[in-house]
């Protein structure tokens, strides 16, 4: 069965970074676009960066040349590298997939403080 076991986050200043994991199995990694949303308290899930099975990727305007998503297929997993982290990128994080239907890592809090 599809998963996708995140790592990664917890709790840091302001201007400071963190990396997150996605861990995927189950399903033909390669060849699937992956994705990572937030969810903050009180707001809607929403899109931060994914990327294509070919290396293409986009970002929302509020995370531009601050977030990086990457891949690394041999180890069939994703990640976010986020610099610069502001008390606005507070939030849970999902790693995403589809695969008829959309699957989601199990959510990693990322809090920082100001």
């Known amino acids: 069965q599809v998963r996708l076991v995140q790592s990664g986050g917890g709790l840091v200043q302001a201007g400071e970074s963190l990396r997150l994991s996605c861990a995927a199995s189950g399903f033909i990694f390669s060849i699937n676009a992956m994705g990572w949303y937030r969810q903050a308290p009180g707001k809607q899930r929403e899109l931060v960066a994914g990327?294509?099975?070919?290396?293409?990727?986009n970002y929302a305007d509020s995370v531009k040349g601050r977030f990086t998503i990457s891949r690394d297929n041999g180890k069939k997993t994703v990640y976010l590298q986020m610099n610069s982290l502001k008390p606005e990128d507070t939030a849970v994080y999902y790693c995403?997939?589809?695969?008829?239907?959309?699957?989601w890592g199990q959510g990693t809090q990322v809090t920082v403080s100001s």
């Open positions: 990327i294509t099975s070919g290396g293409s990727t």
């Open positions: 995403q997939t589809a695969v008829i239907r959309d699957y």
